[in-house]
């Protein structure tokens, strides 16, 4: 299996360029972040020409996620347990949830494509709301791994994180000054990861970013932040004979903000003891 994550920044806007994307790339999942579009307006016969199904998740022109698959999408739901909201003016619980998450089963793996909520400043409560987000997501990581243990289970998308100062390339991105790499968003990340998630894709790609804003030159300059991950649980590390970050898609006309993440699974492979200690 295929399996790719891309923040798309409004799939209307660019729905030729990502099924080409799939097609030529010969990606079996696509997790989306950012479709920017309502359910109803998602543009569904494009993928199903190319022998997609979809399942999308928008509330408004915000936001949005969305997952394309080649085999059939299982037990499909739109929010993690815990998952807080959140609404402008509106303190405490209660707050209506954002479009933020989308989970489904294909192929036996549990992928989860995910758009971690901005920040927007360290002093905003959309900050707070963040880390209040990731902190429900790692309880929900650690008590379904508790669980099932062997659960390939990966969580796909765009974490508004970067998680090292190698991650970091943009010179506006300070820690302390500015949201992605502030500690407690750092903390929450490696959270994650002692949950029993594993970063798939940093030990086969050593280097290269995700994202790069539109201005400033941002992208020929190479001005960059990781912020998109594929994070597997150990029966999914295991599984993980190959990886991309398609840097590529960055150019061309109306490109997004971020580029496709690719992990090859071999969901078929040896058994533990055979196989390479990548993810040891």
Known sequence: MRLATWNVNSIRARVGRIVDFAVREDVDVLAMQEIKCK??????????????TVEAHGLSQWNGVAIASREPLEDVVTAFPGMPGFEKGHNGPGAAQEARAMGATVGGVRVWSLYVPNGRSLDDPHYLYKLDWLEALRGYTQETLAAQPDLALALTGDFNIAPTDADNGDPTVVEGVTTHVSPPERAAFQALLDAGLTDTVRPLVPEGYTYWDYKQLRFPRNQGLRIDFILGSHAFANAVAGAAIHRNERKGDAPSDHVPVVVDLDLTGPADDDVPMIFG
């Open 39 to 52: 359910p109803e307006q998602f543009p569904y016969a494009e993928f199903e020409a190319a022998g997609y």
